[in-house]
């Protein structure tokens, strides 16, 4: 048995599923059947990238399970041996843009900005309404008068 759908059965057990096989290895309810495809999509997009860390929380029977902590990547296979007592998640990082990206968002910043300040409407957008849609933390450090690490420099 993979290690997915082993991790699908311990899962789908805890949803109360029936998660009974045919002889070809198939699940015999669709709501397993379906589940189960969902959960094969869902390992191939986390397979595609690696963990930058992993949080784990106790799970206690009389109180439920704790918050979430930061795990140490050498105790994670202690966790693992324990999944009664222990739930694991990974964190993954946040894809960053590339710097031909940044540098077409600070463009683009740029431009909506000094158009916004001009009170520029095209076709019914206004350039001060899109420059709040599209830059809303920038934005609020203005009117809060911060000056962001980008424009400090």
Do not use: C
């Not at 059965?9 to 589940?35: C, K, L, M, P």
Request: proline share 7%; glycine share 6%.
């Amino acid at each position: 048995m993979s290690d997915e759908r082993a991790k699908f059965e311990v899962w789908a057990s805890s949803q109360n599923w029936i998660i009974d096989r045919d002889s070809f290895g198939d699940y015999r309810h669709s709501t397993a059947r379906d589940g189960w495809d969902a959960w094969q999509a869902r390992a191939e997009l986390v397979g595609a990238a690696e963990p930058v860390a992993w949080e784990v929380r106790r799970l206690d029977p009389d109180e439920g399970p704790s918050i979430w902590l930061p795990a140490h990547s050498s105790d994670l296979d202690t966790f693992r041996q324990r999944p009664h007592l222990w739930e694991l998640r990974p964190l993954f990082a946040a894809p960053q843009p590339s710097p031909e990206q940044a540098a077409q968002s600070e463009r683009l910043h740029t431009f909506l900005n000094a158009a916004a300040g001009e009170g520029f409407v095209l076709a019914g957008v206004d350039a001060a309404d899109l420059y709040v849609e599209q830059f809303p933390e920038r934005y609020a450090a203005a009117i809060a008068g911060i000056t962001t690490p980008t424009e400090a420099k």
